[in-house]
């Protein structure tokens, strides 16, 4: 079974930095991309970043120089790495393993920033 457990959400001020974290287990983690999506209230769920197995990656253009999408393979982990950090990035962030046969998807940790 493939689980994905995100953490390292929480409160910070408004330029501040937070690391999320993202265990996987069930899958080899290796083989497949890896992204960050974030859904803030009442918006859809967006794409933040994305790294694929060969560790290319990508951003979206709102967080393009103050994010960091990261891999340990080994460890089976993802990062996302957020510095100067604005209340508009206010949202619940979830880890995907992205599949044309159905992505995986965690439970999401919240990220509030305050201004």
């Known amino acids: 079974q493939v689980q994905l457990v995100e953490s390292g959400g929480g409160l910070v001020q408004a330029g501040g930095s937070l690391r999320l974290s993202c265990a996987a287990s069930?899958?080899?983690?290796?083989?497949?991309?890896v992204s960050w999506y974030r859904q803030a209230p009442g918006k859809e769920r967006e794409l933040v970043a994305t790294?694929?197995?060969?560790?290319?990656?990508n951003y979206a253009d709102s967080v393009k120089g103050r994010f960091t999408i990261s891999r340990d393979n080994a460890k089976k982990m993802a990062y996302l790495q957020m510095n100067s950090l604005k209340p508009d990035d206010t949202a619940v962030y979830y880890c995907?393993?992205?599949?044309?046969?159905?992505?995986?998807w965690g439970q999401g940790t919240q990220v509030t920033v305050s201004s």
């Open positions: 995907c393993v992205p599949r044309w046969s159905g992505s995986y």
């Open positions: 069930g899958i080899i983690f290796s083989s497949n991309a």
């Open positions: 790294m694929t197995s060969g560790g290319i990656t």
